[in-house]
């Protein structure tokens, strides 16, 4: 998923990125305010985490910008406010969840993982699609309960496609969900990932199909 991190503390910001990046997570940082709103003007993310206090603005006036244009990206507050009011105001501005700082990177990782599920209407930390399940929490794939060995990248492009049933993905799409504006990946590498992917699924009971000149479809496979 392509997160966006919004941090003054560049240490912070960046040690929050490499947690995230080793997930296979897609990650930017913004370490000023007017940086994170060019990045959500050019980019939609499937995440927000956002420092409330920026040197040219605040995160809530980011906050309520972002919901003004009425996205629904998930926004999870990073904050050394703990006073109930603060929170109050942060959830009625359009916030999903908050962190008071100094927290448990652990703690983070789990609630980010909680919100992406929400936002794709999961209640539970897997992800199952015919006979195949994902495991968010250990980042495990099985087909027909039997464990299969693929790396972080297409572990990644595989929650993509399942949590996107019945959409065209283009390659541009599936890039930006995967890599953040420094990588700049050629188009070439999701077909070497799908390509992959379609060799270890071979016993599932859905196929990635290539629309010509649009992109992938995950489908079920035909009786």
Known sequence: MRILVVEDDKILGEAICQRMSR???????????????????LQQYDLLLLDLNLPDTTGNHILAKLRKKHAHTPVI?????????????????GADDYL?????????????????????????NTIEYGNVS???DACKVTVNSTPIDIKQREFRLLEV???????????????????????NPNTSV?????????????????KIRTIRGLGYLLEKRHE
Request: with cysteine; net charge negative.
């Open 190 to 206: 999701i077909e070497i990932y799908v390509a992959r992917l379609r060799k270890s699924l071979h016993d599932s009971d859905f």
């Open 23 to 41: 997930m296979g997570h897609g990650i930017d940082l913004a370490t000023t305010g007017k940086t994170a709103q060019q990045m959500l003007d």
């Open 100 to 124: 008071t700082k100094p927290f448990d990177f652990g703690e983070l990782e789990a609630r980010c993982r909680a919100l992406l599920r929400r936002s794709h209407g999961q209640t539970l």
């Open 134 to 136: 994902l495991d968010l």
């Open 77 to 93: 507050i990073l904050t050394a406010r703990n006073q109930v009011e603060d929170r109050i105001t942060l959830l009625d501005l």
């Open 161 to 183: 496609f399942m949590t996107h049933t019945g959409k065209v993905l283009s390659k541009e799409a599936l890039i930006e969900h995967l890599y953040n504006f420094d990588d």
